[in-house]
């Protein structure tokens, strides 16, 4: 019998976790219990991911304490985000032993974010003509959908497909990265460019095809007044594409056979 072909299932962890905990912390737990209900609720989860999808390969992606290069570059990045609650951060061991309870290895770099880690992973596994899915309500990863990467939204039980992204933004996954170089990204707290809006950016990426075709035609005499704004605000259109697109080559230091599932058993 042929083996089948590689499957990689990569859930987000934190972006995971943290849902899960805030459905308890609204209950009337201690933080105790509420963390405990969490770690059920999470091999639950996780148990359901693994029957649903089939992987052959699978990985939980933690965010470590990481001063990433983001942060470098632009200082502001992700400021003004509302912080891990304490119990939860103190108790994330446990939470990642859940996953191990689950036969699934857990990914945490100290030097490198989940999201770009989650990319190189994704990006790898395709480029060999295998497939990912992507457990994750975090549309930024929708950059990377293609026919060998998938994205589940867990929580609203729908995939971030590009149908999703055409009705969402009205622009295909390629353009996105130069979509939110335009709009900014509220979340990560990254700016865009000045009065250009969701409705201008996709009208534009509609006419233009993409920023390096734009930043072309800003330069003509005649240029359209979004295109003006786009002129006088490029630095920080190139500064906010640069932060917004995910890197897909860190080096991992580990292979597909240490994360096959089920576990190979001990030698």
Not at 140 to 154: A, H, K, T
Not at 195 to 218: E, F, H, N, R, S
Not at 244 to 261: A, H, K, S, T
Request: glycine fraction near 6%; hydrophobic fraction near 40%.
């Amino acid at each position: 019998m042929s083996n089948p072909r590689p499957h990689l299932l990569i859930i987000d962890a934190l972006n995971l976790i943290r849902r899960l905990h805030a459905v308890q912390a609204q209950q009337a737990l201690t933080p105790a219990q509420a963390l405990i209900a969490t770690r059920a609720n999470l091999i639950n989860t996780c148990r359901k991911l693994l029957a649903g999808s089939e992987p052959t390969h699978v990985i939980a992606v933690f965010d470590g304490e990481v001063h990433s290069w983001r942060k470098e570059v632009y200082p502001a990045y992700k400021e003004g985000r509302t912080p891990m609650p304490a119990e939860l951060r103190e108790g994330l061991n446990e939470l990642q032993d859940a996953f191990w309870e689950c036969g699934v290895d857990a990914l945490l770099s100290q030097t490198d974010e989940a999201d770009d880690l989650i990319a190189t992973l994704a990006s790898g596994i395709a480029q060999h003509g295998a497939s990912a899915t992507i457990i994750s309500t975090d549309k930024g990863f929708c950059q990377l959908i293609c026919p060998q990467i998938r994205i589940r939204d867990y929580f609203n039980k729908r995939w971030l497909d590009a149908a999703f992204v055409e009705q969402q933004y009205g622009v295909t996954p390629a353009q996105l990265v130069d979509f939110w170089a335009l709009t900014g990204i509220g979340g990560s707290n990254i700016k865009g460019v000045p009065g250009i809006g969701p409705k201008t950016a996709t009208q534009l990426l509609q006419q233009y095809g993409d920023l390096a075709a734009m930043l072309t035609a800003c330069q003509q005499e005649d240029a359209a007044k979004p295109l003006l704004k786009l002129r006088q605000h490029q630095d920080e259109a190139l500064l906010a594409q640069r932060l917004v697109r995910l890197q897909r080559d860190i080096p991992l230091g580990f292979n597909l056979r240490e994360i096959r599932y089920p576990p190979a058993p001990d030698a």
